[in-house]
């Protein structure tokens, strides 16, 4: 079963950057979307990006598209998250699970194999 852990949150300046990675062990990525979610204290779960293993599509939030860019890296079953431009609204827990490829909404409960998360603070 694959296992999924996040890292590469941190404290940036507005208008900085970060890149979260997500490391999978135990199985590969192959197969799936891989996707990146951020929940924020009180606020509901939101799905941020997700890249489809095998054709490479990727999808975006309308709130981080052209900030954001997720990539695979498929020899280091590793998924990452470019994050640029970021703002005090993209302050949240970070995480990464993945889905059956056929899906139609990045809905959180058609998602699996969490990781723990990483956090994310964007503040001057």
């Known amino acids: 079963q694959v296992q999924l852990v996040e890292s590469g949150g941190g404290l940036v300046q507005p208008g900085g950057s970060l890149r979260l990675s997500c490391a999978a062990s135990?199985?590969?990525?192959?197969?799936?979307?891989i996707g990146w979610f951020r929940q924020a204290p009180g606020k509901e779960r939101e799905g941020v990006s997700y890249i489809n293993s095998i054709d490479g599509s990727t999808y975006y939030a309308d709130s981080v598209k052209g900030r954001f860019t997720i990539s695979r890296d498929t020899a280091k079953n590793t998924v990452y998250l470019q994050m640029n431009s970021l703002k005090s609204e993209d302050t949240a827990v970070y995480y990464c699970a993945i889905s059956p490829l056929s899906i139609q909404y990045m809905q959180a409960d058609l998602f699996g194999s969490w990781g723990q998360g990483t956090q994310v603070t964007v503040s001057s």
């Open positions: 135990g199985g590969t990525l192959d197969y799936y979307n």
